[in-house]
């Protein structure tokens, strides 16, 4: 006999595309400041398929990120709907049904209805569980800036001209996996 699928629901299978290439923004962003500068890269925020991917990401932040820094922007974001997902749009869609979330997580809505956006722990006890942080409004001074971890299907990352003070970094750290 033929078992049924045990998911009718599954989002699509990826296109076979180039291996996954990872970059990691050497200064802080905002969530959107973090979509826009993977788009530099022909790619997305981090797009995270499984288990093994999931640790190849927490190497790279481990490896790339600073003593004070713990966390980085992923792609998993809560649209309006409110639904959490993966990008589907630009030159690097994600259809993958893998989620990590910490205790506790996913986060709801603020109550201002923000959006919200996923970072990934790198250090404590959520090492490698992911959390949400509100986007808010990317010329908000005070809006929660962090490093971001890209997948991108170009060969190298390009040296970056930044588009404000504090928006974009002037060069990612490449991983290919």
Known sequence: PVNPPTA??????????APTRWALS???????????WCG???????????AAQNAAALAILNAG?????????????????????????????CYS????????????????????????????????????LPTGNDLDPTVLRR???CNYLTMAPPTLAPTAPSQAPTT???VNT
């Open 26 to 36: 050497t200064s802080n962003l905002t969530s959107h400041g973090c979509y826009t």
């Open 8 to 17: 009718p629901t599954q989002a699509p299978t990826a296109p076979t595309a």
């Open 147 to 149: 490093r971001c971890l």
């Open 65 to 93: 990120l600073g003593s004070t820094d713990n966390e980085a922007w992923i792609g998993v974001f809560m649209s309006s709907t409110p639904q959490w997902h993966w990008p589907l749009a630009g030159t690097t869609p």
């Open 97 to 132: 049904t893998y989620f990590n979330w910490a205790a506790g997580q996913p986060g709801p809505l603020t109550a201002t209805g923000n959006y919200l956006s996923t970072v990934m722990y790198r250090s404590g006890s959520p090492a490698g569980k992911w959390g949400t």
């Open 172 to 174: 990612g750290t490449p």
């Open 40 to 50: 530099t890269l022909g790619g997305d925020r981090a797009c995270i398929n499984d």
